[in-house]
């Protein structure tokens, strides 16, 4: 598999975690923009934010019976760890710094766990794809309507 691909994979999937994370955080709080420090709360919305990212790829890959296989395991793990996720940001949001840390360490926890999960399901999944398709989204990238 290409380099470029791979960091494509990559970039999508810390996009989609950071994507979920800012939406989490905004959620908790109200709507409201939280300031200083790194967004950890966020991580909560990220397995959704995967969960959504692999439907438009199915769209847009228009994928074979052998990619569709590869494909709905990588959907089937993702649905799995958007709950694990889910059920690791459950609760209210804690009172002290020490049981912030302790929630924000077991949501990231969640979060590590589910792209060691996803990382060599994603990997299969791009491993059926050809040349021409893997190059899919550099050209998509180099289309003016989408600059």
Partial sequence: MAKPFRRSCAALVIFSISCLLATAQAQRHGGRRMGGGLAATAVCGSGATIENGLAVIELMVKPTPEQQAALNELKKAAKLNADAITTACAGPYPATLPDRLTASEKRLEAALSAI?????????????????ESDLPRRLRSKKWLA
């Fill in 116 to 132: 060691r999960n996803l990382k060599p399901l994603a990997n299969n999944f791009y491993a059926t794809r050809s040349g021409v």
